[in-house]
T-cell receptor
Framework: AQTVTQSQPEMSVQEAETVTLSCTYDTSESDYYLFWYKQPPSRQMILVIRQEAYKQQNATENRFSVNFQKAAKSFSLKISDSQLGDAAMYFC?????????????FGTGTRLLVSP | SQTIHQWPATLVQPVGSPLSLECTVEGTSNPNLYWYRQAAGRGLQLLFYSVGIGQISSEVPQNLSASRPQDRQFILSSKKLLLSDSGFYLCAWNRDRGTDTQYFGPGTRLTVL
């Protein structure tokens, strides 16, 4: 079974600075998707960014980018120019692309604190 | 555009009482639907998923059940709640395509006393 590990329970960053959240995963599959979701205090899960494993190019969405290292099974999220609104729980998630059912496997999350 | 609704937003129930949480999706047809639970300080755990009306699969054996009476409606139920059922319940959907991302509803906070 696939597992996702987020080893940083909490991270802190100052406004306008850059922070990187770590995620590692374990799988025997070669084709899959990886996601970062943000959960603000409202607790609704919001998609931040998505990466297809077959793509070598790292995904970017405005201030958010990933460092996808397939051989190392690592998928970190970099937030540039941090803003107060970035404060939230961040979850890394994995989904197989080869099975018919699209189950998401989540890590335990990293709480990001942003200070002025 | 598509939207997903959940209600109620918050619920406090006594142990042993029944439960019914509802999720509906607008703006799409034949979605895949999912129920997740998030315990305090934990990640999300998939409870049930459905690929069509009346088609329910369970990921974790427990005190809960799910039903899909209509194409865009997904219901989470229990006949008798346990303390351990407390948590945050999230419904999600995606299109019936292998590459599609799951999108989440606003969630229901359930407290069992």
């Amino acid at each position: 079974a696939q597992t996702v590990t987020q080893s940083q329970p909490e991270m802190s960053v100052q406004e306008a600075e850059t922070v990187t959240l770590s995620c590692t995963y374990d799988t025997s599959e070669s084709d899959y998707y990886l996601f970062w979701y943000k959960q603000p205090p409202s607790r609704q899960m919001i998609l931040v960014i998505r990466q297809e494993a077959y793509k070598q190019q790292n995904a970017t969405e405005n201030r958010f980018s990933v460092n996808f290292q397939k051989a190392a099974k690592s998928f970190s999220l970099k937030i540039s120019d941090s803003q107060l609104g970035d404060a939230a729980m961040y979850f890394c998630a994995y989904r197989s692309a080869t099975t018919g059912f699209q189950k998401l496997v989540f890590g335990t999350g990293t709480r990001l604190l942003v200070s002025p | 555009s598509q939207t997903i609704h959940q209600w109620p937003a918050t619920l406090v129930q006594p142990v042993g009482s029944p439960l019914s949480l509802e999720c509906t999706v607008e703006g799409t047809s034949n979605p895949n639907l999912y129920w997740y639970r998030q315990a305090a300080g934990r990640g999300l755990q998939l409870l049930f998923y459905s690929v069509g009306i009346g088609q329910i699969s369970s990921e974790v054996p427990q005190n809960l059940s799910a039903s899909r009476p209509q194409d865009r409606q997904f219901i989470l139920s229990s006949k008798k709640l346990l303390l351990s059922d407390s948590g945050f319940y999230l419904c999600a959907w995606n299109r019936d395509r292998g590459t599609d991302t799951q999108y989440f509803g606003p969630g229901t906070r359930l407290t069992v006393l």
